[in-house]
């Protein structure tokens, strides 16, 4: 199959997914778009928002329509890293043998992520970035397509561990959740309060999904689009010389090179899924805000002034 048929075929089930998601989840088109974008580039998102905004029922349902193996993790301040990775027990034969925890599935929730302590937060990391676990010294691989969407709550909130920039950096989008409107509220409540059950179809095989991914890095990006993406990120490090006086003013530290990575594959999703076979400097501004939001750090000032991160971001376009 040539790859512009396979654009066209990820255009049709791309809209078959989000309207099999719809039947389950009311409202946040946005949200779930960007956690679609994050599958077919082969990234991980992460969630910000307070507790009951259905993000464990969206990464559910999400699961079901991809045909995907799921596991959901709660983390709670005593969760060990093995309750994650798994453990070597002994076995009836005085043998150690290798249990496999949770974190070996295609898609992981790591639920409430920041109320967990680092140690046990950095348990991921290696799973996020090399699609292996080490444990013991035993090297294992994990089952592809690999996906981690985790929640967390504001960083306000009792009883939370904010997560360390090199984590942060590891999640291709952070995807802020908002309150439901009026009219999307009253339909969330009509739809939970009965006794009817909605079946997710499935979709996609484990197979479909890398093919995908495999596309998508296939698509070709001209030069000016990667240097405008390139450009983009180099304006958030205030000591850099591009960087605009609002920056300078506002950040203490920008965006690393892993952006300009995500921006452009993500760019290239976002072309691929409205059916254009090589992206824009349009493709690359529609996914900037959800990849460069948690890789920049305000100052005080910033906080003081109430200047939030959209806005600086949005400025720089």
Request: no cysteine; net charge negative; aromatic share 6%.
């Amino acid at each position: 199959m040539s790859d512009v048929t396979a654009i066209n075929q990820l255009v049709e089930k791309h809209k078959l997914l989000k309207q099999e998601i719809a039947k389950v989840i009311v409202g946040q088109e946005a949200v779930i778009e960007q956690i679609l974008l994050s599958i077919f580039a082969g990234g991980h998102a992460l969630l910000v928002g307070v507790p009951g905004l259905a993000k464990t029922l969206m990464v559910n349902t999400l699961a079901q329509a991809l045909g995907l193996d799921f596991k959901r993790i709660q983390f709670t301040p005593d969760l060990m890293p093995s309750d994650i990775l798994g453990s070597e027990i002994l076995d009836n034969n005085r043998e150690f043998k290798f249990v496999k925890g949770p974190v070996f599935a295609n898609i992981i929730l790591a639920d409430e992520i920041n109320r967990t302590p680092p140690k046990t937060q950095a348990a991921l990391l290696e799973a996020m970035q090399e699609k292996s676990v080490t444990v013991a010294g035993n090297h294992y691989k994990l089952n592809l397509p690999y996906f981690v969407l985790a929640t967390q709550n504001p960083i306000e909130q009792e009883g939370t561990y904010p997560l360390p920039e090199a984590q942060l950096d590891r999640f291709m989008f952070a995807v802020e959740l908002t309150y439901p409107t009026f009219e999307e509220e009253v339909n969330v409540v009509k739809n939970t309060t009965t006794d009817v059950t909605i079946k997710v179809n499935k979709l996609f095989t484990a197979e479909e999904i890398i093919a995908f991914q495999q596309l998508i890095r296939r698509i070709p990006v001209a030069d000016n689009v990667i240097e405008y993406a390139v450009n983009l990120v180099s304006k958030t490090r205030p000591n850099n010389p591009n960087a605009s006086e609002e920056v300078k003013q506002y950040i203490d530290w920008g965006a690393g090179p892993r952006a300009s990575q995500n921006l452009i594959l993500a760019a290239k999703t976002h072309a691929a899924i409205q059916g254009k076979y090589s992206p824009d400097i349009e493709n690359v501004q529609a996914v900037a805000l959800g990849i460069l939001q948690h890789r920049i750090i305000k100052n005080y000032k910033a906080e003081a002034e109430g200047v939030t991160k959209a806005q600086i971001i949005k400025n720089l376009f």
